[in-house]
Structures are given as C-alpha cells and as structure tokens.
C-alpha cells in the first residue's frame, strides 16, 4: 500500500537561510507523481511543488526545490532563503497513475522561521 | 483565477444533529474530494467523486454521506453529528486523469460538535 512520511513533526530555521523538510514514500507502481503543499494557520493548502516519477530533472519553482532520489523513495522540499511568511504547515503527498486520482497526504512538518 | 468555495469557515453544532458542508468549484472538474485533517494525522480522504451521482468511499467514510447532484456541488452530510467528527474539513477538486495537475483546495470549514 503507497503511504508518506514525514518524520520532522517541527523545524526552526533563522530568516534568510535554507531548509530541507523531508518526505519518504513507498509505492510498487513505476508512475507515481509528489506534490507539496504549503498551509499557512488561516487554513488553505496551497500548492508548492510536482515532480513526476519520470522526470530527469528535479522540480524548481522560485524558491522551492523538490530533491528527488528515485532509488531511495525520498522527495525532500528544499526551500531557499527563507521568509517569516514561509511559516507554515507542509505537506508531502503522492498520488498514483493507476486508476484512481486520490492523493495520499503525510502528516505534516511545522516550520517556523525565526528573524 | 480558480476557485473552491465552502459555505462555512466555522461551524458548531450539537451532537446528533444532521449537518451539511457544501463546496462549490468553478473550475469545470470532473473530480471532488472531501478531506478530514486532525493534529498529527495529516489529510485523510472521507469521499470522493468522479462524476455527478457518482461517488466512492475514502479512508474513513463511516459516519459520512456524501451528494453530488450537479458537477460543481460536492456536499458531505454528517446523519448525526458526534463529538470525535470535530474537525477540520477540507474540499479540493482536480480534473479526471489530469496526473500531474494538482487538486485545488477550498479554505476549510472548522467544525466543533459539542
């Protein structure tokens, strides 16, 4: 059964500087595509991040970079020079390219930037 | 601009009563999810539905009902609210095999059942 972990409950990290929250998954399908999501304490998720199995090249996007290592089932988010308003819950989830279009969702890392 | 609409950001019933969430998306999806999301446990799937009048449990349906009736609506209907459904809820919507699109969230509904 595909399932995602996310073993960092809490990070702190100082304003400006870089941080990896960590995301491991398991699946036996080959086609498998991982998002992050960003929720801030008013409530909405909102999507950070995609990078499919198949792809060669690991996923950017501004300041958010996904570290893909396909043969240790890991999808770090590496988020660079850090904000306060990077404060926030998030999430690593997966979805399979099977029949079903349902994302399995970690449980989350809490990150609080500090000035 | 996408949007997912909820109808309540906070809500507090009493226990037994019927509830209603209802989630509205303008995005043409063929896809609805509700979600249920508790301290520690991450976003877990109640219902979802593919198509109008069509639906399938998630990981944790008992307790729920789910109606779709057109394709932008998605309602979750708790028969008889009790106090361990005191959460947060969540809807999103994606498109039908669309693999690498995400699904887009509404802003939540907080539920309190006393």
């Known amino acids: 059964a595909q399932k995602i972990t996310q073993t960092q409950p809490g990070m702190f990290v100082q304003e400006k500087e870089a941080v990896t929250l960590d995301c491991t998954y398991d699946?036996?399908?080959?086609?498998?595509?991982l998002f992050w999501y960003k929720q801030p304490s008013s409530g909405e998720m909102i999507f950070l991040i995609y990078q499919g199995s198949y792809d060669e090249q690991n996923a950017t996007e501004g300041r958010y970079s996904l570290n893909f290592q396909k043969a240790r089932k890991s999808a770090n988010l590496v988020i660079s020079a850090s904000q306060l308003g990077d404060s926030a819950m998030y999430f690593c989830a997966m979805r399979e390219m099977g029949n079903t279009d349902k994302l399995i969702f970690g449980t989350g890392t809490r990150l609080q930037v500090f000035p | 601009d996408v949007k997912v609409t909820q109808s309540s950001r906070y809500l507090v019933k009493r226990t037994g009563e019927k509830v209603f969430l209802e989630c509205v998306q303008d995005?043409?999806?063929?896809?609805m999810f509700w979600y249920r999301q508790d301290p520690g446990l991450g976003l877990r799937l109640i219902y979802f539905s593919y198509d109008v009048k069509m639906k399938e449990k998630g990981d944790i349906p008992e307790g729920y009902s789910v109606s779709r009736e057109k394709k932008e609506r998605f309602s979750l209907i708790l028969e008889s609210a009790s106090t361990n459904q005191t959460s947060m809820y969540l809807c999103a919507s994606s498109h039908y095999r669309d693999y690498t699109d995400t699904q887009y969230f509404g802003p939540g509904t907080r539920l309190t059942v006393l």
């Open positions: 699946t036996s399908d080959q086609s498998y595509g």
């Open positions: 995005m043409d999806h063929e896809n």
